[in-house]
């Protein structure tokens, strides 16, 4: 009788698969975070979601709403490549020695990791805001970047390397308190749920806890997204000038509600983007892992 292969632990994934999985969720996602992003850069409340939607249509066609996606795939190997990465990283040393990790220890590891992410996809992120918003200005205000690098290098020669890390301080808040919230009320919404006669590990479970933990991080970081999103769309002599005040500016000039500008489409594209980004996640560790076991004839216990 044949003897089994051995049984070992499952490795660690790549954390690059971070990066893959947002990228190809991204693809589902980007129309809605173009539309997030017109939604804010125009001033005063008489600009509606629908109004928005059909002037991109109008004036752009259906590829309009895949402006800035050579940018957003850049973002996202990069920004999400770098906080799964420094994720994995924060697990590994802050877990116990059974390998358990308290709820407090999760936040710490998201925090950091939204931290490195931000500060990574920053020059992308610019990128990103100013391809999406460029089919809104007037044809003479256009910046009419060919795609994500040539924006690095313009951006780099006309406003110097420190125009690449224009808005860091927004970003870097916003990625925070995104990567925080995301993880941390992810696990405390799926352990409320499993506590629930109704729910079991399964994609039910795992849709519903992305669900509501899309719902908490949007809401936490809207007002970070609408400074950021401004900062980063300004040119030379913006009224803008750190995080707080260009908050107090948005607030005084626009009301308070105009922090919460483009909620609705954030909303509806961060739900979607989570489940997506954790379902090619889990599909990406499962590819790797079955090949990790036949190419070295082992079973994972």
């Not at 050579?70 to 802050?94: C, G, H, N, P, W």
């Not at 808005?167 to 308190?177: E, F, I």
């Not at 992305?210 to 970081?221: C, N, P, R």
Request: hydrophobic share 45%; glycine share 8%; with cysteine.
């Amino acid at each position: 009788e044949a003897s089994l292969p051995p049984l070992v632990k499952k490795p660690f994934a790549p954390s690059y698969l971070g990066g893959f999985a947002a990228c190809a969720a991204n693809f589902f996602t980007h129309p809605l975070d173009l539309l997030k992003v017109r939604l804010q850069t125009v001033k005063g409340a008489n600009k509606s979601a629908s109004h928005v939607i059909r002037n991109i249509y109008v004036n752009e066609g259906l590829l309009g709403f895949y402006n800035g996606i050579s940018a957003a795939v850049l973002r996202q190997m990069t920004y999400s490549m770098a906080r799964f990465t420094t994720y994995d990283i924060m697990k590994k040393e802050l877990s116990n020695e059974d390998g358990s990790l308290p709820f407090y220890r999760t936040a710490i590891a998201g925090v950091v990791a939204g931290a490195v992410g931000g500060v990574c996809g920053t020059p992308a992120d610019i990128v990103l805001v100013r391809l999406q918003n460029d089919g809104s200005l007037p044809a003479d205000q256009r910046r009419n970047y060919k795609n994500a690098f040539d924006g690095l290098f313009r951006i780099a020669k006309e406003d110097g390397v420190q125009g690449l890390f224009k808005g860091t301080v927004p970003n870097v808040s916003r990625a925070m308190l995104m990567t925080g919230a995301q993880l941390c009320s992810y696990d405390g919404f799926k352990e409320l749920l499993l506590s629930t006669p109704y729910f079991e590990e399964g994609m039910p479970l795992h849709f519903s806890a992305s669900f509501l933990a899309g719902f908490v991080a949007t809401t936490i970081t809207s007002p970070f997204d609408v400074v950021k999103t401004r900062i980063m769309n300004a040119g030379p002599g913006s009224a803008y000038k750190n995080l707080m005040q260009a908050m107090v500016v948005i607030a005084k000039e626009e009301g308070m509600l105009a922090l919460y500008k483009g909620w609705t489409p954030a909303f509806v594209r961060m739900a979607p983007q989570t489940i997506l980004t954790f379902i090619f996640l889990e599909q990406f560790r499962n590819i790797y892992w079955d090949a990790y076991a036949k190419k070295n004839k082992v079973r994972f216990a």
